[in-house]
């Protein structure tokens, strides 16, 4: 394995330099190794050693610039598009959509069993820009210090404008605009797309069901179900007015709800709480978070910028994890009512999907 550094890009005058400026005024001069065209959105840090191409492909990324703190990416490629019960094994969904991707080294030659192509040329396909030669690690300690901020990328004497994605409701421009089933089980969950990941549809597949899939804004209310799973997704949860007051409704009722990141917020709001914008987020691996009321850590995944005040629960109402690294709210739960929230990525082994599982099999 050979990962070709900055300098030896510099010398073979491969790619095109491009800049990277922050809404500061600073400014950091890259190589271009995915598609050359001018953008701008949210520049935020991600830390994980692995996993590029299914980060990459998260819709919560939605509007941002994914800065990647390990410093070699490429090494491995990217693997084949292998579907299974119409849901991706290896891609969290069909498309690239980060706005961009800053990498310190990305490595021209890459070898792994399951590659089919490099990062390179898959970026260039799906038509997403990509700089190297940057040192990531000192951008996330300035994002780490002064918070996440707005960015652009520019080639050449090409100019774009800062534009924050989080003004938009970029829910709506993830989600499925089609209702989707998958799997032929006994009991019937209702997912609500935000931006689903696959991973959370073969996770709940695991179990006797049949998944629908429905976009942001459908009237659930009407459809017959045993569970509801409201997923994850990008942006300011408070731009989802309408999914907001559907929950309201759910609520009222004894059907089993488990909310996922994005959907632990919209779960909160609707529930009465309140929800808040993070300094720098929480993206990447191996984060903590502590069960309430027990002395059980889980490190979890996550993705996401915003979360629940902790403190404006309403009655009835509890935190049910909270962040080891900065305290912050990693899920709710109702005191009586079978009603769940987690603000990280779920697997069959976590207690509070088991226990919400639990509830639909047993409805």
């Known amino acids: 394995?050979?990962?070709?550094?900055?300098?030896?890009?510099?010398?073979?005058?491969?790619?095109?330099?491009?800049?990277?400026?922050?809404?500061?005024?600073?400014?950091?001069?890259?190589?271009?190794?995915?598609y050359e065209a001018s953008v701008s959105g949210e520049v935020v840090f991600h830390t994980g050693m692995t996993g590029y191409p299914e980060s990459l492909t998260d819709p919560s990324y939605k509007g941002q610039i994914l800065v990647s703190t390990y410093p070699m990416v490429g090494n491995?490629?990217?693997?084949?598009?292998?579907?299974?019960?119409?849901?991706?094994?290896?891609?969290?969904?069909?498309?690239?959509y980060c706005t961009a991707l800053i990498v310190t080294d990305y490595s021209l030659?890459?070898?792994?069993?399951?590659?089919?192509?490099?990062?390179?040329?898959?970026?260039?396909?799906?038509?997403?820009?990509?700089?190297?030669?940057?040192?990531?690690?000192?951008?996330?300690?300035?994002?780490?210090?002064?918070?996440?901020?707005?960015?652009?990328?520019?080639?050449?004497?090409?100019?774009?404008q800062f534009t924050d994605p989080n003004s938009r409701n970029l829910v709506a421009e993830?989600?499925?605009?089609?209702?989707?089933?998958?799997?032929?089980?006994?009991?019937?969950?209702?997912?609500?797309d935000c931006g689903v990941k696959n991973s959370s549809l073969r996770t709940l597949l695991e179990w006797d069901v049949e998944l629908v899939r429905v976009p942001w804004d459908y009237d659930f209310t009407a459809e017959q179900y045993d569970g509801l799973v409201v997923s994850n997704g990008p942006g300011d949860p408070a731009t989802c007015g309408v999914l907001i007051k559907r929950l309201q409704q759910a609520l009222k009722e004894e059907k089993p709800i488990l909310g996922i990141c994005l959907g632990n917020q919209l779960l909160a709001r609707a529930a009465g709480?309140?929800?808040?914008?993070?300094?720098?987020?929480?993206?990447?691996?191996?984060?903590?978070?502590?069960?309430?009321?027990?002395?059980?850590?889980y490190i979890t995944s996550q993705n996401h910028g915003f979360a629940v005040d902790g403190k404006s629960l309403p009655e009835g109402w509890e935190p049910l994890f909270l962040n080891l690294n900065d305290g912050t709210n990693e899920g709710i739960r109702h005191c009586e009512k079978p009603f769940y929230g987690v603000q990280f990525q779920i697997d069959v082994e976590n207690p509070v999907v088991v226990e919400f599982m639990d509830k639909v099999m047993n409805k």
């Not at 990217?78 to 891609?91: A, Q, T």
């Not at 309140?274 to 691996?285: D, P, Q």
């Open 174 to 192: 993830v989600s499925t605009r089609t209702v989707k089933h998958y799997g032929k089980g006994s009991k019937r969950i209702v997912v609500i």
């Open 109 to 160: 030659v890459h070898s792994h069993w399951n590659a089919e192509r490099s990062l390179s040329d898959w970026l260039i396909e799906q038509k997403v820009p990509a700089l190297c030669g940057i040192d990531t690690r000192a951008l996330t300690k300035k994002l780490r210090d002064q918070g996440t901020m707005l960015g652009k990328i520019e080639f050449g004497s090409e100019c774009v």
């Open 76 to 96: 491995y490629g990217v693997p084949h598009e292998k579907v299974v019960d119409g849901v991706s094994i290896n891609f969290e969904s069909d498309a690239i």
């Open 273 to 297: 709480a309140s929800t808040y914008k993070l300094k720098y987020g929480h993206r990447g691996h191996n984060q903590p978070v502590e069960k309430v009321g027990s002395q059980k850590c």
């Open 1 to 34: 394995m050979c990962a070709v550094s900055y300098n030896h890009y510099l010398s073979m005058q491969l790619y095109k330099k491009a800049r990277l400026t922050l809404s500061d005024g600073s400014v950091y001069e890259g190589v271009s190794f995915g």
